[in-house]
């Protein structure tokens, strides 16, 4: 069964490093996005990216925060200088229609990231 | 803005029913959905109602919706221990936003 694949599954860094969590979304779909859940807290909404641009993103995704799907496979969530509070797990989803339109999203395990 | 409120833990046993709540605030709400995450996987979509619905019932799985209310239920019918899991409610919120609440942990004991 396709499924979204992400690493690493885990990283540690030290705070003011920039940081590149990569995304492999299944093959056929169009949309991707990035999520995010704060250990205790919700799971937020950070972008969603088709057609090789942003669509929609929310208040968390500033300057910091940049997509790219660089070779047509991989879809990438750079974080510049990263903060203590960008300690989350960040989950990668794609699908084949929009969420809003139960266009299923498929999420990936998830990258956790730590930053000291 | 859109906020989906949601239960934190629930404790059944094997055989019983579950039922987990939650409520939200967007009356725009198109679709509204339960995700389940299993311990190291990703949110897997469980099902999902449309908002014109008040029930939708699949196998095991009940969705009730109270749209008066902004309430949404999952039911589910003779829990298993390979029901423990956390169940997100989620709702749409825009194009291709979901918003999500923070998880309910169910924790079925044998």
């Known amino acids: 069964e396709p499924e979204v694949t992400q690493t690493p599954s885990h990283q540690v860094t030290q705070m003011g490093q920039e940081v590149i969590l990569r995304c492999v979304p299944i093959?056929?779909?169009?949309?991707f996005y990035w999520y995010r859940q704060i250990l205790g807290q919700k799971v937020e909404f950070l972008v969603s990216?088709?057609?090789?641009?942003?669509?929609?993103k929310s208040e968390i995704f500033d300057d910091q925060f940049s997509v790219e799907r660089p070779d047509g496979s991989n879809f990438t969530l750079k974080i510049r200088s990263t903060k203590l509070e960008d300690s989350a797990m960040y989950f990668c989803?794609?699908?084949?229609?929009?969420?809003?339109?139960?266009?299923?999203?498929?999420f990936g395990e998830g990258s956790r990231l730590t930053v000291l | 803005g859109e906020d989906v409120e949601q239960s934190l833990f629930l404790s059944v046993r094997e055989g019983d029913s579950s039922v987990i709540n939650c409520t939200y605030t967007?009356?725009?709400?198109?679709?509204l959905y339960w995700y389940k995450q299993e311990p190291g996987a990703g949110l897997q979509l469980l099902t999902y109602?449309?908002?014109?619905?008040d029930m939708k019932q699949d196998q095991r799985l009940t969705v009730l919706l109270n749209k008066k209310d902004k309430h949404l239920s999952l039911r589910i019918a003779d829990t298993q221990t390979g029901d423990s899991a956390i169940y997100f409610c989620?709702?749409?919120?825009?194009?291709?936003?979901?918003?999500f609440g923070k998880g309910t942990m169910l924790l079925v004991s044998p």
């Open positions: 109602i449309f908002s014109n619905m």
């Open positions: 967007d009356s725009s709400s198109t679709y």
């Open positions: 989803a794609s699908s084949e229609a929009t969420g809003g339109y139960t266009g299923e999203l498929f």
């Open positions: 990216f088709y057609n090789n641009e942003i669509s929609e």
């Open positions: 989620a709702e749409n919120s825009g194009y291709s936003t979901l918003t």
């Open positions: 093959s056929n779909h169009l949309y």
